[in-house]
């Protein structure tokens, strides 16, 4: 694919060689150590990426195949007037996962980062406000994780038996009826 | 006692039923839309399945003036204290219709994040089921409820 | 997060604080009449001047995620209907056509075609939605009726061919549910005169009317440059000048076979958003016109036992189609996508849909991530509705279409 070659420079730009791609199908990744994002993010940038299309995580706790990290952010970048894509990739270990901000560079990635850090637990640095975006403050836990069971519920408002209405009223006609 | 008519002019009938039938057909609902029920309700609230025809079209969206919550589309946990809060201002007399099988018992979104149907925290008049429910369906509901309405007992105090 | 005007505006002076009081506080929702959605949006005012917004989401966060990694791959499509539900038909394609690229198998020309047709259709009442919506925000009744009459039309449309009118779940993984009707073309004709004379009458109440002209125009502001920092797409972004639409850029189905027009604004205001919006309805319609003329015969399914179900017929009669049948539904076994990752964006009614689709090789997904158009759009919120006046909070949020649906999964 095209984005090999804009790969290649990056890589050389950030001093490092051999960084793996994986294939996202439309588009490729590049993995880059977590502690090159912000430094490859603003390579990009600067080489005319002006949108940040999309900000992801994925917990790979579960999967079959190894990787190099627990957890995986991935972000997508678009250059006008071409409409080049790009793909970095970062995984981030289980314990204590974090990856620098990107909101300096890119105001969509504040609402990105807030929703990975809700459902993931992945800490982002440098971030104004990070705090829960989807779940309510007082929710324990983060959703997404694969350790996270699907039907745990945290109900804010304590909730009640449904009155089951054909049973009372069969009750009281037996009631009446053995009375009677 | 029977209803009478004296004279073409004059009907006598019972306190409960005369309001009953004001009450029933001047439903003023207050639509607590969330999410895709919403469109099948403006659906039937608009020119072809037109909910007018039976005076319950005007939303109000004030609780203190409106007297038939209808809860439509998925309540979750974090929704949960507003429904619960907009419950508890409104005035008797009130009704509460579920729209819905999300607001019935959770639809098929039985996870973590919404609530197994809204009878788990306030009570419920009628429950509309339909993913989304057709607007045949709602006109159907809020027919039965009219009838419903007419059978109860109406307090004035 | 929430935004003081002072970020915007540096120039801004609070006349408030130099005379000494607070501004006013206050709260538009989660339940609240514009009935786009739950949001709840936090303002402080000054007189009528918004000078601090927070927009807090997740009213309606259904646990998409979560779930589509309970259930197989196709048990996920009747959850994805649920995403946009205005325009439930993307969505399902989105995924569809994500999953498709990860198996490595493609959907012959006649499916192409009529999922094409569908989302066309499927746009085209997302946009009467919205505008009709906002009119009636405004206080134009009579536009909502007009377009929510059109969207009727199309809905009864939509049943003929799916068998629902809002959730569809139209699409399986590897083709479509049913094919067009007999007498779709006939039918849709109907339906396209009745939508181009809504068009024209709504048109003929809005687009000159100078209440509408001085509530929309030079409302809600977001120029290029931040709109691309924000990361808009779709409407937004082609109101504020920029060309991108996936269908043009990254083409799937056939839309490299259609000719058609992407429309664009220039300052990026509500206004633009509007005409954006009436200029795709027609460009849907006028591409859906050249599927039909193009579409050839032919099945709608790729035949691939892997992951299609056999005809019922053979599956009553023939020994093979019938163990084919029980691979593809029993639990344990069914549709298995080989382990890898696709991202795929489809062109959603209001920006860039699109599916991040993880697979262990198992029948149930890894894990399915939905990059929501108006996720962005609903940050950017907040930057445009600061230095405005609280009276066009309303206008600005109809113009973006946020749909909970897919703001919070």
Redesign the interface.
């Known amino acids: 694919m095209s984005e090999s070659a804009l790969y290649q420079k990056l890589a050389s730009s950030l001093g490092l060689e051999g960084l793996p791609e994986e294939s996202l199908g439309t588009v490729s990744a590049l993995v880059v150590p977590a502690a090159s994002w912000h430094a490859a993010a603003l390579w990009l940038k600067q080489q005319g990426f002006s949108m940040l299309i999309e900000l992801g995580a994925a917990d790979y706790s579960k999967h079959p195949l190894p990787h190099p990290g627990r957890y995986a952010v991935a972000a997508h970048f678009m250059a006008l007037p071409g409409f080049e894509r790009a793909c970095l990739k970062a995984y981030v270990p289980a314990e204590s996962p974090a990856l620098q901000s990107l909101c300096g560079l890119y105001a969509a990635a504040n609402w990105y980062e807030r929703e990975a850090w809700d459902m993931f637990g992945i800490d982002f640095p440098g971030h104004p406000e990070l705090k829960r975006i989807l779940?309510?403050e007082g929710f324990e836990g983060h959703?997404l994780r694969k350790d996270?069971?699907?039907?745990?519920?945290?109900?804010?408002?304590p909730?009640?038996?449904?009155?089951d209405y054909e049973a009372v009223r069969q009750a009281a006609r037996r009631a009446g009826q053995g009375g009677a | 006692m029977k209803d009478q008519i004296l004279d073409d002019a004059v009907l006598t009938t019972q306190l409960d039923k005369v309001v009953a039938w004001g009450r029933k057909y001047s439903l003023f609902n207050y639509?607590?839309?969330?999410?895709?029920c919403?469109?099948?309700f403006?659906?039937s609230s608009?020119?072809?399945y037109d909910t007018d025809r039976f005076g319950a079209v005007f939303?109000r969206?004030s609780p203190r003036q409106s007297d038939l919550l209808m809860v439509v589309?998925?309540i979750?946990?974090?929704?949960?204290?507003?429904?619960?809060r907009?419950y508890d201002q409104m005035c008797e007399p009130k009704w509460v219709v579920a729209f819905g099988v999300c607001a019935t018992s959770g639809g098929?979104?039985?996870?973590?994040?919404?609530?197994p149907?809204i009878?788990?925290?306030i009570?419920v008049d009628m429950y509309i089921p339909g993913?989304?429910p057709?607007p045949e369906t709602i006109i159907d509901a809020l027919v039965k409820l009219q009838a419903r309405i007419q059978g109860q007992r109406q307090s004035l105090v | 997060m929430s935004m003081h005007i002072e970020q915007k505006l540096p120039s801004y002076r609070s006349e408030s604080k130099a005379m000494g009081l607070e501004p006013m506080a206050i709260n538009l929702g989660?339940?609240?009449?514009a009935?786009h959605?739950?949001i709840r949006i936090k303002a402080h005012l000054e007189g009528e001047t918004i000078v601090f917004a927070d927009v807090e989401m997740?009213?309606?966060?259904?646990?998409f995620e979560?779930?589509a990694e309970a259930k197989t791959w196709n048990q996920v499509v009747?959850?994805t209907?649920?995403l946009n539900?205005?325009s439930p038909i993307i969505n399902n394609v989105g995924y569809a056509l994500a999953v498709e690229k990860l198996i490595g198998i493609q959907v012959p020309e006649r499916g192409q075609y009529v999922r094409l047709i569908m989302s066309e259709i499927s746009r085209i009442t997302d946009h009467l939605?919205c505008i009709g919506?906002s009119a009636m925000e405004l206080g134009a009744f009579t536009a909502?009726?007009y377009f929510?009459?059109a969207?009727?039309y199309f809905?009864q449309l939509v049943e003929e061919v799916t068998g629902a009118?809002?959730?569809i779940s139209y699409t399986r993984v590897g083709g479509i549910t049913r094919d067009l009707t007999p007498d779709f073309r006939e039918r849709f004709a109907f339906c396209a005169a009745e939508l181009e004379k809504s068009m024209a009458e709504v048109d003929g109440l809005l687009s000159r009317n100078r209440i509408f002209l001085d509530r929309m125009d030079g409302v809600g502001v977001m120029d290029r440059e931040r709109s691309l920092s924000y990361g808009f797409t779709g409407p937004l972004l082609r109101a504020a000048g920029v060309a991108y639409d996936v269908r043009k850029a990254f083409p799937y189905l056939v839309y490299d076979r259609l000719d058609f027009e992407v429309p664009t604004g220039s300052k990026g205001d509500n206004l633009d958003r509007y005409h954006v919006r009436m200029e795709e309805m027609r460009q849907s319609l006028a591409m859906i016109r050249q599927a039909l003329q193009q579409i050839p015969e032919g099945p709608i399914n790729v035949a691939d036992p892997r992951v299609m179900l056999p005809d019922k017929q053979a599956v009553y009669t023939n020994i093979e189609a019938l163990m084919n049948h029980f691979k593809l539904i029993m639990p344990g076994h069914g549709i298995r996508p080989p382990a890898g990752e696709v991202y795929f964006p489809v062109e959603g009614g209001n920006g860039e849909l699109g599916f991040w689709v993880i697979s262990d090789g198992s029948d149930r997904p890894y894990r399915v991530r939905v990059r929501p158009p108006c996720f962005p759009l609903m940050a950017g919120v907040e930057e445009m509705i600061l230095g405005e006046q609280v009276a066009d909070l309303i206008p600005i949020f109809g113009a973006i279409n946020m749909i909970?649906?897919e703001l919070d999964r």
């Open positions: 779940m309510y959703p996270y069971p699907l039907g745990r519920m945290q109900p804010l408002i909730m009640r038996e449904a009155v | 639509p607590f839309v969330t999410a895709c919403g469109m099948e403006m659906a608009a020119s072809h939303p969206f589309g998925t979750n946990h974090k929704m949960a204290p507003a429904l619960k907009v098929f979104y039985q996870n973590y994040a919404t609530v149907g009878d788990t925290i009570p993913c989304p057709r | 989660p339940s609240h009449p009935m959605g739950t997740g009213y309606l966060h259904r646990g979560k779930t009747p959850y209907d649920r539900y205005v939605t919506a909502f009726l929510i009459k969207r009727e809905w009118r809002l959730t909970a649906g």
